[in-house]
C-alpha cells in the first residue's frame, strides 16, 4: 500500500469530485527563503480557492506522501532544515524509508496522478542545462512529461537552461507545447522568448480538451501549458542574459554540481537582481495557479 495522506480539504473535493490543482513544494523549500517561501504558497493557495479550484500542495512527510498540506504542516515544512528534493528516482526511497522531502516537478506529476489529479501548477520546469553535451544535465521533468498524464501549468522553463535544446528534446519525445495567449514561447521570468510557441491556445477550455482528447487516444504522457508571466512582472531577456551568465560562470568555478545548480543559480540571480527575480518568480507563480485553476474546472465541468 502506498501511504498517502489526503488533507481535509482535499479529501472534501475528491469526496464531491470537486476541481484539483496540485502544487509542488521544491519551491517551497528550496526555491524561495523564509518567510517568503510560506506566504507565497498560501497566496498561491488561496487564488486557486478564489478561482474556484482546491489546491494540494505535495509533499512527503516521515515517510507519508501528503496531497494537501494542513496549515501547520506548511508552516513546518517552510522551516525545516535538510529537506530532500525529490525526483523520481528517489521519491519511493523517500517515502519507504520514512524521510522527509520536498516534491519536483517529476515527483510532484507522479504523485498527482497516484491521487487522481490532472492539473498542476508550478513556477517553471526543469530542462536541458546549458553544457548537457558534456554534464548530461538533463531533468527528469522532460520525460516524466511524456509518461505521465498530467496538464503542467508553468512559465515556460526556467531561464537558466539551454531553452532551445529543452524544447527540442520535449518535441523528440513527443510532449505538446502550448503557449497561452501568444505566439512565442515565455522565457520564465520574462514574457517572451525569441521561439516561436508549437501550439497556441486562448481558452482553458480548449486546453482541457486536449487534455482528454490525449486520454481518449491513448497517448501516454501529459501536456506543457507555458503561461506567460504578466508583463507588469517580468524581467526582459536583454536585462536578464548577462546576469545569467555570470551566475553560471560562478556555478562552474565553483564546481557546483547535479542537483544543488538550480538553487545555486537562483540564489545568486536573486542577489544580482537585487530582489527583482524573486518578485518576478512569485508573480508567475501565482498567474499559473489562476489558470491551472480555470483548466481544472472546466475538465470538471466536461466530465
Not at 515517510?63 to 494537501?68: A, T
Not at 548577462?242 to 538553487?263: F, R
Request: charged share 15%; proline share 5%; net charge negative.
Amino acid at each position: 500500500m502506498i501511504p498517502i495522506t489526503f488533507s481535509a480539504e482535499v479529501a472534501a473535493a475528491r469526496d464531491t469530485g470537486a476541481p484539483i490543482v496540485a502544487l509542488e513544494s521544491t519551491i517551497i523549500t528550496h526555491g524561495m527563503p523564509f518567510p517568503q517561501n510560506v506566504e507565497t504558497a498560501r497566496l498561491v493557495e488561496a487564488d486557486i480557492r478564489a478561482a474556484g479550484a482546491t489546491p494540494a500542495t505535495i509533499a512527503v512527510i516521515a515517510g507519508q506522501l501528503h496531497v494537501g498540506l494542513e496549515a501547520s504542516e506548511l508552516d513546518a515544512l517552510g522551516q525545516a532544515q535538510d529537506v530532500a528534493k525529490l525526483s523520481r528516482a528517489d521519491l519511493a526511497a523517500c517515502i519507504a524509508t520514512g524521510g522527509t522531502g520536498a516534491t519536483t516537478v517529476a515527483a510532484t506529476m507522479i504523485s498527482a496522478h497516484l491521487a487522481g489529479i490532472a492539473v498542476f501548477a508550478t513556477g517553471g520546469i526543469g530542462g536541458v542545462h546549458r553544457g548537457a553535451e558534456q554534464s548530461f544535465d538533463i531533468s527528469a521533468d522532460l520525460r516524466e512529461l511524456a509518461q505521465t498524464p498530467v496538464t503542467v501549468v508553468a512559465a515556460g522553463a526556467k531561464a537558466i537552461l539551454d531553452l532551445p535544446k529543452t524544447f527540442e528534446v520535449l518535441e523528440t519525445l513527443g510532449v505538446p507545447v502550448i503557449t497561452y495567449g501568444q505566439d512565442v514561447l515565455p522565457a520564465f521570468w520574462s514574457a517572451k522568448s525569441d521561439m516561436a510557441a508549437p501550439l497556441r491556445m486562448d481558452h482553458a477550455t480548449d486546453i482541457a480538451k486536449a487534455h482528454q482528447m490525449r486520454a481518449a487516444m491513448g497517448l501516454k504522457g501529459g501536456q506543457l501549458v507555458t503561461n506567460p508571466i504578466p508583463v507588469a512582472d517580468e524581467i526582459p531577456m536583454a536585462t536578464l542574459a548577462p546576469i545569467i551568465d555570470q551566475a553560471l560562470g560562478e556555478a562552474e568555478a565553483q564546481e557546483i554540481t547535479a542537483k544543488e545548480v538550480t538553487p545555486f543559480l537562483l540564489g545568486r540571480i536573486f542577489d544580482l537582481t537585487e530582489g527583482r527575480s524573486l518578485k518576478a518568480n512569485i508573480a508567475l507563480v501565482r498567474n499559473n495557479a489562476r489558470l491551472a485553476a480555470q483548466i481544472a474546472i472546466a475538465l470538471c465541468k466536461s466530465l
